[in-house]
């Protein structure tokens, strides 16, 4: 079976034995930036030097600084590769790595209790969640052209402020300038206005399986920022033959330099009937070209493990 990239499929390839991972959140709950320290602190030979930063907050900026700093000068750290990281940070150590498919939320134990993503749905196995996708990628249409020319919605239409993204706070940024984010928020309101209704297919955002066939039969996905800058959407989109219009954001040339066929807008008015009809031409001619091998291969999860070191993957 060919895994999609997401958290489990890669961590299932490696042996924590021989490679240094952190999987957070950082800030998330009291006291993570001290285990952080403390994982960074003790870190010793003979593991391999591979560190992999799994968190939902933006690398540098919100991190604290001593961490950075640690982080980047460890001597058993020669290449961390991080989720969430800013683009307009350089370091010879720092290597962007997607967030890809959440397939760990429903195969962790209790995930039906009322409490979180995953309310609803029966745990699954990731082989089972990965299946589930192939079978509504096989039910999409043979061809992109053929999909509908529309935006699927994915996501809770909430215009309140709850679940306001991280990406705010950019005031207090030490390593960039501020920028304006489209926020989720601006994102349902734009979506809820009357004179924009027939650009878009509404799936249900609490069943992943409906919310998927819309993925699949739609040319299009809007996928705002999530937690972190990063959306576990945009690689559900990608992996189902869709485009995600992503807001820009720190991560946002990243996508772009890994070759990916996504749309990044800096003003929502950029969606609209005539720009959706083109998007779509240009990407059935993107089908056929060469990068598309390589591009396709990037949301793979044997991609991703076979940029770390030899000796840390399990063969």
């Not at 750290?77 to 290597?95: G, M, P």
């Not at 189902?240 to 990243?254: D, E, M, R, T």
Request: hydrophobic content about 40%.
């Amino acid at each position: 079976m060919q895994y999609p990239l997401g958290q489990s499929t890669v961590h299932g390839r490696i042996d924590p034995a021989r490679c240094f991972i952190w999987a957070g959140p950082l800030t998330e709950r009291p006291g993570q930036e001290e285990r952080l320290r403390t994982f960074l602190r003790d870190l010793k030979g003979p593991r391999g030097p591979v560190a992999i930063i799994m968190d939902v907050y933006s690398f540098p900026s919100e991190y604290p600084d001593d961490v950075v700093t640690t982080l980047l000068a460890h001597d058993f750290i020669s290449v961390a590769y991080i989720k969430n990281l800013e683009d307009s940070f350089v370091h010879k150590k720092t290597r962007f790595m997607p967030l890809g498919i959440d397939f760990h939320t429903l195969s962790r134990p209790g995930v039906s209790e009322p409490a979180g993503w995953g309310h609803g749905h029966p745990p699954a196995s990731v082989d089972e969640q990965v299946s589930a996708l192939n079978g509504v990628l096989q039910g999409a249409p043979p061809d992109f052209s053929s999909r509908r020319c529309t935006v699927a919605i994915t996501f809770a239409l909430r215009t309140s402020g709850e679940r306001t993204s991280v990406r705010t706070r950019s005031g207090s940024d030490r390593h960039r300038p501020p920028v304006p984010f489209i926020t989720r928020e601006d994102c349902a309101r734009y979506v809820t206005a009357g004179p924009h209704k027939t650009l878009w297919t509404m799936a249900n955002s609490g069943q992943r399986l409906e919310a998927w066939r819309a993925m699949a039969a739609c040319a299009f996905v809007l996928s705002p920022l999530g937690m972190g800058f990063d959306c576990h959407r945009t690689w559900e989109a990608l992996c189902l033959g869709a485009i995600p219009i992503v807001p820009v954001s720190p991560i946002a040339k990243h996508l772009v330099d890994m070759g990916l066929p996504v749309m990044v807008i800096t003003d929502l008015r950029e969606i609209n009937q005539a720009n959706l009809r083109r998007w779509q031409a240009y990407h059935g001619q993107w089908l056929t070209s060469p990068s598309r091998a390589a591009a396709e291969d990037r949301l793979t999860s044997s991609y991703w493990t076979r940029l770390l070191e030899p000796e840390a993957v399990v063969k």
